[in-house]
């Protein structure tokens, strides 16, 4: 995260004369999660960061005061956790950090909270709408948990190259053109021997896996890598930053309309 956006660089002098109703609280998430043998551990950590961070950018031209949260590098990882260096968290303890940090957020009287979690798992989305639902319902704060992720996979279809991008789901095209562009060092030159992997993972699950490896991806990646480009990547989180950019312009205009 950008020093400009970071919550870490100010004093609390300087988070005290925040005016708190145009403020917005980013709360990147993303797991330290096995992301096939081409790409490190933290794919999502550094993908919910650099999304939000465009995103960050965007919404300051639109007048709001942008503070991101560190990113949380924890939670519900089942999906992977058969994959060394997974780090997963149970559904309970996720509800009460989630709680717990947004509870002390909103006590130094922020209270425009956007969730961007760049894990999709099913158990993890869901005690993410768990918290949007309970804080919004109490009325303690606006908490919007961005599907700028999901609406961004149809998109991309119209940007990846491999044969069916709408299962390109787990360090294929798009997470491997992420890292190609902001972090090529970082990718293992493997990435363009690797074979296209595509696995429907809803029939999957249906049929009884209950993870990446009983599917079949077996070496944790879905999709295809092989034709990622810093390019696609670029694009691609441009894209899904703008998607973030608009949710976050329309929750605080239905806020203000209230
Ligand atoms: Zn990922």
Same mark, same amino acid.
Not at 37 to 42: E, G, K, S
Not at 77 to 83: E, G, K, N, P
């Given at each position: 995260m950008s020093v400009k956006f970071s919550l870490e660089n100010y004093t609390f002098e300087e988070v005290k004369k925040l005016d708190k109703n145009k403020t917005i609280i980013m709360f990147p998430i993303g797991p330290l999660e096995a992301h096939g %043998?081409? @790409? %490190?551990?933290?794919v999502d950590i550094r993908g919910a960061e650099i999304t939000v961070e465009l995103a960050s950018k965007q919404l300051e031209e639109y007048g709001y005061s942008i503070v991101s949260l560190p990113v @949380?590098?924890?939670?519900?990882?089942?999906?992977?956790?058969?994959?060394?260096g997974t780090i997963s968290i149970s559904e309970n303890t996720m509800l009460n950090l989630l709680r717990d940090i947004i509870t002390s957020v909103v006590s130094h009287g922020f209270n425009n909270i956007v969730i961007f979690c760049h894990h999709l798992e099913p158990k993890n989305t869901d005690v993410l709408n768990i918290i949007e639902k309970e804080f919004n319902l109490s009325k303690e704060a606006n908490v919007l948990v961005s599907k700028a992720i999901e609406k961004s996979i149809s998109c991309n279809k119209n940007i @990846?190259?491999?044969?069916?991008p709408l299962l390109d789901m787990h360090a294929g095209e798009v997470e491997t053109s992420l890292f190609l562009w902001?972090? %090529?060092?970082?990718?293992?030159?493997?990435y363009s021997e690797l074979t296209p992997k595509w696995i429907n993972l809803i029939k999957q699950f249906a049929n009884g896996a209950n993870d990446f490896e009983t599917a079949g991806a077996n070496n944790c990646y879905l999709g295809d890598?092989?034709?990622?480009s810093a390019e696609k990547g670029r694009i691609l989180y441009e894209k899904q930053a703008k998607i973030l950019t608009e949710e976050v312009y329309y929750f605080m205009k239905s806020d203000e309309a209230i």
């Open positions: %043998p081409h @790409l %490190p551990l933290d @949380l590098p924890y939670c519900i990882a089942d999906a992977a956790h058969s994959f060394e @990846l190259d491999g044969e069916f902001k972090f %090529p060092n970082r990718v293992k030159g493997n890598p092989a034709k990622a």
